[in-house]
Protein backbone atom coordinates (compact mmCIF):
# COMPACT_ATOMS: atom_id res chain seq x y z
CA UNK A 1 0.00 0.00 0.00
CA UNK A 2 1.41 3.37 -1.12
CA UNK A 3 1.40 5.80 2.39
CA UNK A 4 2.25 8.90 0.41
CA UNK A 5 5.68 8.86 2.78
CA UNK A 6 8.12 8.19 -0.25
CA UNK A 7 8.26 12.22 -0.95
CA UNK A 8 9.50 15.12 1.25
CA UNK A 9 6.78 16.39 3.72
CA UNK A 10 6.53 20.01 4.92
CA UNK A 11 6.96 20.41 8.81
CA UNK A 12 4.98 22.79 10.60
CA UNK A 13 7.44 24.00 13.80
CA UNK A 14 6.39 24.43 17.31
CA UNK A 15 7.77 28.15 18.48
CA UNK A 16 9.01 28.46 22.37
CA UNK A 17 8.17 31.29 23.12
CA UNK A 18 10.66 31.67 26.67
CA UNK A 19 11.01 34.78 28.22
CA UNK A 20 15.18 34.94 27.12
CA UNK A 21 13.67 35.15 23.53
CA UNK A 22 13.89 38.06 20.83
CA UNK A 23 10.84 39.12 19.64
CA UNK A 24 11.95 39.56 15.67
CA UNK A 25 14.50 37.10 14.34
CA UNK A 26 12.35 34.50 14.09
CA UNK A 27 9.53 35.86 12.25
CA UNK A 28 11.73 38.24 10.24
CA UNK A 29 13.00 34.72 9.09
CA UNK A 30 9.74 33.45 8.17
CA UNK A 31 8.49 36.53 6.63
CA UNK A 32 5.88 37.77 9.00
CA UNK A 33 5.54 40.42 11.88
CA UNK A 34 6.42 40.00 15.55
CA UNK A 35 3.99 39.55 17.65
CA UNK A 36 3.26 39.93 21.44
CA UNK A 37 5.74 37.31 22.94
CA UNK A 38 9.38 36.30 22.35
CA UNK A 39 10.25 33.46 19.59
CA UNK A 40 13.07 31.98 21.44
CA UNK A 41 12.87 29.33 20.03
CA UNK A 42 11.53 27.00 16.80
CA UNK A 43 11.54 23.53 17.20
CA UNK A 44 11.38 20.60 13.98
CA UNK A 45 11.48 17.12 15.05
CA UNK A 46 9.71 14.84 17.46
CA UNK A 47 10.42 15.50 20.56
CA UNK A 48 7.22 14.40 22.59
CA UNK A 49 7.22 18.19 24.39
CA UNK A 50 6.68 19.77 21.07
CA UNK A 51 6.32 17.58 18.39
CA UNK A 52 6.17 19.05 14.49
CA UNK A 53 3.26 18.64 12.54
CA UNK A 54 3.79 16.73 9.57
CA UNK A 55 1.26 17.55 6.17
CA UNK A 56 0.21 15.05 4.61
CA UNK A 57 -1.29 16.54 1.73
CA UNK A 58 -0.12 15.17 -1.52
CA UNK A 59 -0.63 18.44 -3.57
CA UNK A 60 2.21 21.08 -3.15
CA UNK A 61 -0.02 24.17 -3.99
CA UNK A 62 -2.34 22.73 -1.19
CA UNK A 63 0.82 22.65 1.36
CA UNK A 64 1.91 25.77 0.76
CA UNK A 65 -1.64 27.68 0.54
CA UNK A 66 -2.45 26.09 3.81
CA UNK A 67 0.48 24.76 5.78
CA UNK A 68 -1.32 23.62 8.59
CA UNK A 69 -4.33 22.07 7.51
CA UNK A 70 -4.73 18.02 8.47
CA UNK A 71 -0.85 17.97 10.15
CA UNK A 72 -0.06 14.50 12.65
CA UNK A 73 2.58 14.93 15.28
CA UNK A 74 5.44 13.57 14.02
CA UNK A 75 6.22 11.34 16.94
CA UNK A 76 2.70 9.55 16.57
CA UNK A 77 3.45 9.34 12.83
CA UNK A 78 7.09 7.19 13.36
CA UNK A 79 5.29 5.06 15.57
CA UNK A 80 3.28 3.60 12.88
CA UNK A 81 5.09 3.81 10.25
CA UNK A 82 8.77 3.25 11.76
CA UNK A 83 10.26 1.69 8.81
CA UNK A 84 9.89 4.10 6.33
CA UNK A 85 10.37 7.33 8.13
CA UNK A 86 13.28 6.22 10.35
CA UNK A 87 14.70 3.19 7.16
CA UNK A 88 14.08 -0.61 8.16
CA UNK A 89 17.68 -0.84 9.60
CA UNK A 90 17.20 1.66 12.00
CA UNK A 91 18.23 0.91 15.54
CA UNK A 92 15.95 2.81 17.68
CA UNK A 93 12.01 3.63 17.62
CA UNK A 94 12.61 7.61 17.39
CA UNK A 95 14.21 10.24 15.50
CA UNK A 96 17.53 10.58 17.08
CA UNK A 97 17.92 14.27 16.46
CA UNK A 98 16.04 17.38 16.69
CA UNK A 99 16.64 20.55 14.29
CA UNK A 100 15.82 24.42 15.99
CA UNK A 101 16.04 28.48 15.34
CA UNK A 102 17.27 29.78 18.73
CA UNK A 103 17.23 33.19 19.20
CA UNK A 104 18.65 34.80 22.63
CA UNK A 105 18.10 38.53 23.40
CA UNK A 106 19.77 38.14 26.89
CA UNK A 107 21.81 35.24 28.71
CA UNK A 108 20.31 32.03 29.52
CA UNK A 109 21.17 29.93 32.47
CA UNK A 110 24.34 28.34 33.08
CA UNK A 111 23.34 24.49 33.13
CA UNK A 112 25.06 21.31 31.50
CA UNK A 113 23.40 18.36 29.89
CA UNK A 114 23.95 14.58 31.42
CA UNK A 115 25.46 11.50 29.12
CA UNK A 116 23.17 8.84 28.04
CA UNK A 117 24.26 6.55 31.01
CA UNK A 118 22.62 9.50 33.17
CA UNK A 119 19.92 10.32 31.78
CA UNK A 120 19.35 6.18 31.69
CA UNK A 121 19.92 6.61 35.43
CA UNK A 122 18.38 9.93 36.67
CA UNK A 123 15.37 9.23 34.04
CA UNK A 124 14.91 5.77 36.26
CA UNK A 125 15.13 7.15 39.74
CA UNK A 126 12.85 10.20 38.67
CA UNK A 127 9.55 8.07 37.17
CA UNK A 128 7.31 6.66 40.05
CA UNK A 129 8.09 9.83 41.97
CA UNK A 130 7.40 12.45 39.76
CA UNK A 131 5.68 12.85 36.17
CA UNK A 132 7.34 14.03 33.09
CA UNK A 133 5.63 17.27 33.03
CA UNK A 134 6.65 18.49 36.48
CA UNK A 135 8.88 21.58 36.46
CA UNK A 136 11.18 19.95 39.09
CA UNK A 137 12.15 17.39 37.21
CA UNK A 138 15.69 16.96 35.89
CA UNK A 139 15.11 14.12 33.24
CA UNK A 140 12.30 14.32 31.07
CA UNK A 141 13.73 11.60 29.18
CA UNK A 142 16.59 8.59 29.17
CA UNK A 143 18.67 10.33 26.38
CA UNK A 144 21.96 12.30 26.26
CA UNK A 145 21.54 16.09 24.78
CA UNK A 146 24.72 16.76 22.76
CA UNK A 147 24.71 20.57 20.81
CA UNK A 148 25.86 21.83 17.74
CA UNK A 149 24.96 25.23 17.24
CA UNK A 150 25.54 27.01 13.99
CA UNK A 151 25.89 30.32 13.95
CA UNK A 152 23.26 32.64 11.75
CA UNK A 153 24.57 36.20 13.69
CA UNK A 154 27.02 36.98 15.72
CA UNK A 155 26.96 34.95 18.67
CA UNK A 156 28.54 34.91 22.29
CA UNK A 157 28.11 32.06 24.62
CA UNK A 158 30.12 30.73 27.73
CA UNK A 159 31.40 27.19 27.14
CA UNK A 160 33.69 25.01 29.27
CA UNK A 161 35.85 25.96 32.07
CA UNK A 162 38.89 28.25 31.29
CA UNK A 163 41.85 27.41 32.04
CA UNK A 164 42.40 27.23 36.08
CA UNK A 165 44.99 29.90 35.81
CA UNK A 166 43.34 32.21 33.95
CA UNK A 167 40.27 32.04 35.92
CA UNK A 168 42.15 32.82 39.18
CA UNK A 169 43.74 36.03 37.72
CA UNK A 170 40.31 37.48 36.47
CA UNK A 171 38.52 36.30 39.71
CA UNK A 172 41.67 38.17 41.51
CA UNK A 173 40.95 41.05 39.43
CA UNK A 174 37.55 41.41 40.34
CA UNK A 175 38.86 41.91 44.02
CA UNK A 176 35.98 40.01 45.96
CA UNK A 177 37.38 38.97 49.64
CA UNK A 178 34.68 36.51 49.58
CA UNK A 179 36.44 34.42 46.80
CA UNK A 180 39.94 34.91 47.87
CA UNK A 181 40.00 31.07 48.89
CA UNK A 182 38.69 30.22 45.75
CA UNK A 183 41.18 32.00 44.07
CA UNK A 184 44.54 30.67 46.06
CA UNK A 185 42.56 26.80 45.40
CA UNK A 186 42.72 27.46 41.78
CA UNK A 187 46.05 28.39 42.01
CA UNK A 188 47.32 25.35 43.75
CA UNK A 189 44.91 22.63 42.80
CA UNK A 190 43.72 23.82 39.40
CA UNK A 191 40.95 22.74 37.76
CA UNK A 192 39.94 20.01 40.41
CA UNK A 193 38.98 23.62 42.62
CA UNK A 194 36.04 24.07 39.85
CA UNK A 195 33.80 22.14 42.03
CA UNK A 196 34.23 24.07 45.56
CA UNK A 197 33.64 27.45 42.99
CA UNK A 198 30.89 26.45 42.26
CA UNK A 199 29.67 24.77 45.79
CA UNK A 200 30.08 28.40 47.07
CA UNK A 201 28.52 30.26 44.81
CA UNK A 202 25.76 28.48 45.11
CA UNK A 203 25.53 28.18 48.66
CA UNK A 204 25.58 31.59 49.34
CA UNK A 205 21.99 32.62 48.51
CA UNK A 206 20.83 34.99 51.05
CA UNK A 207 21.22 38.72 51.02
CA UNK A 208 24.57 39.12 51.94
CA UNK A 209 26.18 37.13 48.78
CA UNK A 210 23.37 38.92 46.65
CA UNK A 211 25.24 42.70 48.10
CA UNK A 212 28.43 40.75 46.36
CA UNK A 213 27.07 40.19 43.51
CA UNK A 214 25.90 43.70 42.75
CA UNK A 215 29.23 44.73 44.06
CA UNK A 216 30.88 42.70 41.60
CA UNK A 217 28.79 44.13 38.66
CA UNK A 218 30.06 47.99 40.16
CA UNK A 219 34.03 46.34 40.08
CA UNK A 220 33.15 45.06 36.93
CA UNK A 221 32.18 48.22 35.72
CA UNK A 222 35.48 50.13 36.59
CA UNK A 223 37.70 47.77 34.47
CA UNK A 224 39.38 48.76 31.80
CA UNK A 225 41.79 46.09 31.30
CA UNK A 226 42.34 45.04 27.66
CA UNK A 227 42.94 41.57 29.10
CA UNK A 228 39.74 41.14 30.69
CA UNK A 229 37.41 43.70 29.31
CA UNK A 230 35.04 41.98 27.66
CA UNK A 231 34.66 39.11 30.35
CA UNK A 232 34.27 42.11 32.82
CA UNK A 233 31.18 43.55 29.89
CA UNK A 234 29.35 40.47 30.75
CA UNK A 235 29.64 40.23 34.22
CA UNK A 236 27.70 43.48 33.64
CA UNK A 237 25.15 42.00 31.15
CA UNK A 238 24.09 39.08 33.36
CA UNK A 239 24.14 41.02 36.58
CA UNK A 240 21.23 43.14 34.44
CA UNK A 241 19.04 40.04 34.40
CA UNK A 242 20.21 38.54 37.93
CA UNK A 243 21.10 41.31 40.25
CA UNK A 244 20.89 39.46 43.06
CA UNK A 245 22.89 35.48 41.56
CA UNK A 246 26.69 35.09 42.81
CA UNK A 247 26.83 33.46 39.71
CA UNK A 248 26.99 36.71 37.61
CA UNK A 249 30.74 36.43 37.83
CA UNK A 250 30.48 32.75 35.06
CA UNK A 251 32.37 34.63 32.43
CA UNK A 252 35.29 35.07 34.61
CA UNK A 253 35.75 31.31 35.06
CA UNK A 254 34.04 29.66 32.37
CA UNK A 255 35.34 30.45 28.27
CA UNK A 256 33.42 33.08 26.99
CA UNK A 257 32.91 32.43 23.44
CA UNK A 258 32.32 34.57 19.79
CA UNK A 259 30.95 33.23 16.78
CA UNK A 260 31.00 34.75 13.32
CA UNK A 261 27.88 33.76 11.50
CA UNK A 262 28.79 30.44 9.71
CA UNK A 263 30.74 28.82 12.70
CA UNK A 264 29.84 26.01 15.10
CA UNK A 265 30.35 25.48 18.45
CA UNK A 266 29.61 21.99 19.57
CA UNK A 267 28.71 21.00 23.30
CA UNK A 268 29.04 17.74 25.09
CA UNK A 269 28.04 16.03 28.37
CA UNK A 270 28.80 17.44 31.93
CA UNK A 271 30.13 20.83 29.81
CA UNK A 272 28.84 23.87 31.96
CA UNK A 273 27.40 26.74 29.17
CA UNK A 274 25.30 29.92 28.79
CA UNK A 275 24.21 31.34 25.29
CA UNK A 276 24.28 34.94 26.01
CA UNK A 277 23.03 37.09 22.86
CA UNK A 278 22.70 35.58 19.10
CA UNK A 279 20.55 33.46 16.71
CA UNK A 280 21.80 30.23 14.97
CA UNK A 281 20.40 26.64 13.73
CA UNK A 282 20.74 24.44 16.64
CA UNK A 283 21.10 20.65 16.44
CA UNK A 284 20.58 18.39 19.01
CA UNK A 285 20.27 14.71 20.44
CA UNK A 286 16.52 13.88 20.84
CA UNK A 287 16.49 15.30 24.42
CA UNK A 288 15.41 17.95 26.80
CA UNK A 289 17.04 17.39 29.88
CA UNK A 290 18.64 19.97 31.28
CA UNK A 291 20.08 20.44 34.14
CA UNK A 292 20.66 24.38 35.45
CA UNK A 293 22.67 25.60 38.54
CA UNK A 294 21.78 29.10 38.03
CA UNK A 295 20.76 32.20 36.07
CA UNK A 296 17.52 31.49 36.29
CA UNK A 297 13.91 31.31 37.50
CA UNK A 298 13.36 28.09 36.91
CA UNK A 299 13.95 24.70 38.79
CA UNK A 300 17.85 24.46 39.96
CA UNK A 301 19.12 21.39 41.42
CA UNK A 302 22.42 22.24 42.04
CA UNK A 303 23.89 18.85 44.00
CA UNK A 304 22.32 16.98 40.46
CA UNK A 305 23.98 19.24 38.01
CA UNK A 306 27.73 19.31 39.63
CA UNK A 307 27.33 15.60 40.06
CA UNK A 308 27.39 15.21 35.70
CA UNK A 309 30.07 18.61 35.39
CA UNK A 310 33.22 17.44 33.83
CA UNK A 311 35.90 19.42 36.10
CA UNK A 312 38.62 20.04 33.22
CA UNK A 313 39.49 23.16 31.24
CA UNK A 314 37.93 22.53 28.49
CA UNK A 315 38.87 22.23 24.82
CA UNK A 316 38.37 24.29 21.57
CA UNK A 317 35.02 23.17 20.66
CA UNK A 318 34.33 25.10 17.26
CA UNK A 319 33.76 22.62 14.67
CA UNK A 320 35.88 23.29 11.34
CA UNK A 321 33.63 21.95 8.84
CA UNK A 322 34.51 20.03 5.73
CA UNK A 323 34.22 21.74 2.98
CA UNK A 324 33.13 20.35 -0.91
CA UNK A 325 32.70 22.27 -4.38
CA UNK A 326 30.12 21.15 -6.47
CA UNK A 327 28.42 22.23 -9.49
CA UNK A 328 25.35 23.17 -7.75
CA UNK A 329 27.32 25.72 -5.42
CA UNK A 330 29.10 24.35 -2.05
CA UNK A 331 28.41 21.89 0.85
CA UNK A 332 29.81 22.35 4.45
CA UNK A 333 29.40 19.30 6.70
CA UNK A 334 30.05 19.84 10.55
CA UNK A 335 30.66 16.71 12.09
CA UNK A 336 30.14 16.35 15.90
CA UNK A 337 31.81 13.47 18.00
CA UNK A 338 28.55 11.76 18.16
CA UNK A 339 26.42 9.69 16.29
CA UNK A 340 23.10 11.10 16.98
CA UNK A 341 23.41 13.88 13.96
CA UNK A 342 25.35 15.92 11.29
CA UNK A 343 24.93 19.43 10.25
CA UNK A 344 25.28 20.55 6.58
CA UNK A 345 25.28 23.42 5.40
CA UNK A 346 24.21 23.83 1.92
CA UNK A 347 24.59 26.78 -0.46
CA UNK A 348 22.81 26.61 -3.39
CA UNK A 349 24.01 28.92 -7.00
CA UNK A 350 20.73 27.63 -8.98
CA UNK A 351 22.95 25.40 -10.85
CA UNK A 352 21.82 22.12 -11.10
CA UNK A 353 20.77 19.16 -8.67
CA UNK A 354 22.28 19.22 -5.05
CA UNK A 355 21.45 15.28 -3.97
CA UNK A 356 20.34 15.58 -0.54
CA UNK A 357 21.94 12.30 0.93
CA UNK A 358 22.20 9.45 2.20
CA UNK A 359 18.98 7.91 1.17
CA UNK A 360 17.81 5.22 3.60
CA UNK A 361 17.38 7.36 7.01
CA UNK A 362 15.24 10.15 8.15
CA UNK A 363 16.89 13.71 7.60
CA UNK A 364 15.35 17.31 7.91
CA UNK A 365 16.20 19.87 5.94
CA UNK A 366 15.49 23.95 6.63
CA UNK A 367 15.42 26.59 4.63
CA UNK A 368 17.83 29.90 5.80
CA UNK A 369 17.94 31.86 2.51
CA UNK A 370 16.53 31.89 -1.02
CA UNK A 371 14.12 29.90 -1.95
CA UNK A 372 14.47 25.88 -2.48
CA UNK A 373 12.23 23.00 -4.05
CA UNK A 374 13.26 20.23 -2.66
CA UNK A 375 11.59 17.26 -4.58
CA UNK A 376 11.80 14.05 -5.77
CA UNK A 377 9.26 11.55 -8.81
CA UNK A 378 7.02 10.84 -5.97
CA UNK A 379 6.53 15.10 -4.64
CA UNK A 380 7.54 18.18 -4.40
CA UNK A 381 8.06 21.19 -1.23
CA UNK A 382 9.02 24.71 -2.14
CA UNK A 383 10.84 25.95 1.21
CA UNK A 384 11.10 29.56 2.14
CA UNK A 385 13.72 30.86 4.90
CA UNK A 386 12.35 29.47 8.15
CA UNK A 387 10.37 26.54 6.46
CA UNK A 388 11.70 23.02 6.89
CA UNK A 389 10.94 19.44 5.46
CA UNK A 390 11.45 15.83 6.61
CA UNK A 391 12.74 13.53 4.05
CA UNK A 392 11.82 10.20 5.18
CA UNK A 393 13.97 7.44 4.67
CA UNK A 394 11.76 5.69 2.18
CA UNK A 395 12.26 8.87 -0.53
CA UNK A 396 14.65 8.29 -2.87
CA UNK A 397 16.40 10.42 -4.91
CA UNK A 398 15.50 13.69 -3.25
CA UNK A 399 17.00 16.76 -4.89
CA UNK A 400 17.37 20.28 -4.35
CA UNK A 401 17.57 23.09 -6.70
CA UNK A 402 17.15 26.83 -6.48
CA UNK A 403 19.33 29.54 -5.43
CA UNK A 404 19.35 29.71 -1.24
CA UNK A 405 21.11 28.31 1.54
CA UNK A 406 19.98 24.89 3.36
CA UNK A 407 20.60 23.21 6.82
CA UNK A 408 20.38 19.54 6.55
CA UNK A 409 20.36 17.56 9.69
CA UNK A 410 21.12 13.82 9.40
CA UNK A 411 22.47 11.04 11.89
CA UNK A 412 26.54 10.74 11.84
CA UNK A 413 26.59 7.57 10.83
Same mark, same amino acid.
Given at each position: ?18 ? %? ?5 ? +????? &?? +? ?7 ? %?????? !? ?47 ? *? ?7 ? +? ?20 ? $? &? ?20 ? *? ?24 ? &? ?25 ? $?? $? ?25 ? %? ?8 ? !? ?14 ? !????? *?? $? ?63 ? &? ?57 ? *? ?22
Amino acid at each position: MNTGLDRPLRLVPQVRHYD %WGTRDFI +PHLRG &RE +PGDLPEAEM %WFGAHP !DAPSGVVLESDPEETRARPHRDSTPLNRLIADHRDELLGPGSTGAELPF *LTKILSAAR +PLSIQAHPSREQAVRGFAAETG $T &RPVSSRDRNYRDPNHKPELLYA *LTPFSALSGFRPAAEAAQLLSALGLE &RLRPNIHRLESEGAAAYRSLLEGLHRH $TG $TSFAVNAVEAARRASTMDDPNCREAMR %WVLRIAEHHP !DDPLVVAPLFLRLIRL !DPGEA *LF $TGAGVPHSYLEGSAVEVMANSDNVLRLGLTFKHVDATELLDILAYEAADAALIKPLVKEHSWGKQ &RSFHPPVEDFRLDVLHLVDAGEAPLEPEGSARIVLALEGGIDVHNAQGASLLRPGQAAL *LPAAAKAVTATGHGTLALTMSNH
